[in-house]
């Protein structure tokens, strides 16, 4: 195709080959032709619908990409506040656990120390009724006033880890004054075990 003179204003002309060439006012460019498929005056442009469908599709990945967030920071919190409860639950437990068990050991304490007391004193009424049965058959010299025990090495009844006590005994039959009493010395020896006691005459 010839060239146009250079009066021939810028356009679209036709093209001997066919179709339509545009003219720049200087030299023929390489455009398509306005009723080319490659035109972008003859490109379609998508349906509305289309766009809006594929808006709605955007607008939907992105609100369920928040809701998914949001339930599943949900979920984790829910699991941690389930786990530390869990864990509160069991230190309390154990803490109970262990108040109880105290609890219940020093009720047993206090019963096994009223237990050794009353033991004493059956102790001592029984170094009594030996000392008066002495004093009857003329052994020593009577009344006996009081008798009183007391663990050897000054131990003490309130020492629960003790399995065995040895006492000493003093069964007075004489009040000197000012807090003075004469007597006789008797020892005992008591088995917490078994709960069982022996007792005579003398130091232990």
């Given at each position: 195709m ?17 179709g ?8 023929w ?16 442009r998508?349906?509305?619908?289309v ?6 599709i955007?607008?939907?990945a ?7 967030k ?7 919190k ?21 108040a ?39 052994f020593?010299?009577?009344p006996i ?8 090495g000054?131990g ?21 004054g000012?807090?003075m009493?004469s007597g ?6 008591m088995?917490w ?5 022996t ?6």
């Amino acid at each position: 195709m010839s060239e146009p003179s250079d009066q021939i204003p810028a356009g679209w002309y036709p093209d001997p080959a066919g179709g339509q060439r545009y003219w720049d006012g200087t030299k023929w460019l390489p455009l398509p032709a306005p009723d080319s498929k490659d035109s972008p005056t003859s490109r379609k442009r998508p349906p509305k619908k289309v766009l809006i469908a594929a808006l709605a599709i955007v607008l939907l990945a992105a609100v369920g990409g928040t809701v998914w967030k949001l339930s599943h920071d949900s979920n984790v919190k829910a699991e941690r506040d389930a786990a530390a409860a869990a864990v509160q639950l069991a230190a309390d437990e154990e803490a109970a656990r262990v108040a109880a068990e105290k609890s219940a050991q020093e009720s047993k304490d206090a019963s096994e120390r009223a237990r050794r007391i009353l033991a004493v004193t059956n102790i001592e009424s029984s170094v009594k009724t030996m000392a008066e049965d002495h004093v009857s058959k003329g052994f020593m010299d009577g009344p006996i006033i009081s008798v009183s025990c007391s663990p050897v090495g000054g131990g003490s009844t309130d020492d629960l880890s003790e399995k065995t006590t040895v006492f000493e005994c003093f069964a007075a039959n004489e009040n000197k004054g000012d807090g003075m009493m004469s007597g006789y010395k008797y020892h005992a020896t008591m088995n917490w075990s078994s709960g069982e006691f022996t007792y005579g005459l003398g130091k232990p």
